[in-house]
Every structure is written in structure tokens, then in C-alpha cells.
């Protein structure tokens, strides 16, 4: 079945630092793929999208690219911010279906 | 614009207790989704509804019922309550069906079974 995998936390860096989260998805057919953030005590929040291979999702400097031939879209981001600390979940959808299949969440903590 | 509101945002129930959890949006979506977030879980859905009228079962549904009470409302209903239930529940609305879609989050309700 459809699965998405990404990275156990919990994440700790140093403000300024660069961030990785990696995500790997298990699809039959063409998925969108998305990333969700949650903020402490707070529900989830759409970060970005893509929807076909090779696209770059984008927003508030994360960026994640579409690679069909690895089936991943990690996040990443060049520089954090103590602001950054949250849990980030990679998630798929399909056409046929309206559900979406979400990963066990990264927890980020960012050190001032 | 409210989004996708629920309550009540926090409940604590004795085991054997029934309690409905409500969820409303004003986005005028189709889809509306209820989900448990338990530690080292992720989301886990419980139940959907692709569009008013229509309730499907999700990864989890045991223990629970549904109601799709018109295209704005969403509820969740626990007949007997137990520990295992103790959970953050997340409804969520998107505005297509049968095919992926942005999914909008509420604030969610943290229950405690006791």
C-alpha cells in the first residue's frame, strides 16, 4: 500500500544552521506530495506541495523538489531559526483517493 | 474567516463515558476528515467524509461513529469512552473530492480517559 517514511527526531540544531528532513514515499501511480508543520499546541498547517515530478515546492525558505527516480521530497532549509522548532510531517496524496497518507513526524528543535 | 473550529479544546471523561467531539468549517469544503495524533504515531485517520451525505471508515475506526450533519459539520462521537482513547483529535477539511488536495487543520481537542 502507500506509505511515506521520513526521518526520526527529535532534530536539534543550532540557529543558522542548514536543515535535512528526509522523506521517502511508496506510491502506486502519481502523488502529490506535501509537507506539513505543526507548532506546539497548535493543529497542522500545510508548508508546501508539489504535485508532479520535478516540481519545487516553497515557502518561508523551506524548499523541497519532487524526484520521482528516488521517490523522495526532503526538506530543507539553508539557514533556521529558533522559530523553526516544530514537527514536520511528509504526506502523499492520490488521485483516485481523498485521503492523506501522513509520516510519523520530525520533531525540530532549534538551539538559540 | 474561522477556518475549521472544534470543540470542546480540551475534555476529560471517565471510562465507560460517551462525549462527541464537534468540528465546523466555513470554507464551503466537501471533505472533512477526523484524526488521532498519539506520541511516535503520527495521524492516524479514524473516519472521512467525501462529501455530505457519505461517511467512510479510516485506519482506526473502532470505538467510534461519525456523523456528516450537513456540508459545514463534521462530528465524532465516543459511545464508551476508554484509556486507549486518550488522544489529540485533529479534524480537517479539504475542498475536492476524489482527488489530492490540500487538507485544513483545527486546533484540535486533547481528550484524557480515565
Known amino acids: 500500500g502507500d506509505s511515506v517514511t521520513q526521518m526520526e527526531g527529535p532534530v536539534t540544531l543550532s540557529e543558522e544552521a542548514f536543515l535535512t528532513i528526509n522523506c521517502t514515499y511508496t506510491a502506486t501511480g502519481y502523488p502529490s506530495l506535501f509537507w506539513y508543520v505543526q507548532y506546539p499546541g497548535e493543529g497542522l498547517q500545510l508548508l508546501l506541495k508539489?504535485?508532479?515530478?520535478?516540481d519545487k515546492g516553497s515557502n518561508k525558505g523551506f524548499e523541497a523538489t519532487y524526484r520521482k527516480e528516488t521517490t523522495s521530497f526532503h526538506l530543507e532549509k539553508g539557514s533556521v531559526q529558533v522559530s523553526d522548532s516544530a514537527v514536520y510531517f511528509c504526506a502523499l496524496s492520490v488521485v483516485r483517493d481523498d485521503k492523506i497518507i501522513f509520516g510519523k513526524g520530525t520533531r525540530l528543535h532549534i538551539l538559540p | 474567516n474561522a477556518g475549521v473550529t472544534q470543540t470542546p479544546k480540551f475534555q476529560v471523561l471517565k471510562t465507560g463515558q460517551s462525549m462527541t467531539l464537534q468540528c465546523a468549517q466555513d470554507m464551503n469544503h466537501n471533505s472533512m476528515y477526523w484524526y488521532r495524533q498519539d506520541p511516535g504515531m503520527g495521524l492516524r485517520l479514524i473516519y472521512y467524509?467525501?462529501?455530505?451525505?457519505?461517511?467512510d471508515k479510516g485506519e482506526v475506526p473502532n470505538g467510534y461513529n461519525v456523523s456528516r450533519l450537513n456540508k459545514r459539520e463534521f462530528s465524532l462521537r465516543l459511545e464508551s469512552a476508554a484509556p486507549s482513547q486518550t488522544s489529540v483529535y485533529f479534524c480537517a477539511s479539504s475542498e475536492a473530492s476524489g482527488q489530492p488536495d490540500t487538507q485544513y487543520f483545527g486546533p484540535g481537542t486533547r481528550l484524557t480517559v480515565l
Open positions: 508539489a504535485t508532479k515530478a520535478d
Open positions: 467524509s467525501a462529501s455530505e451525505g457519505t461517511t
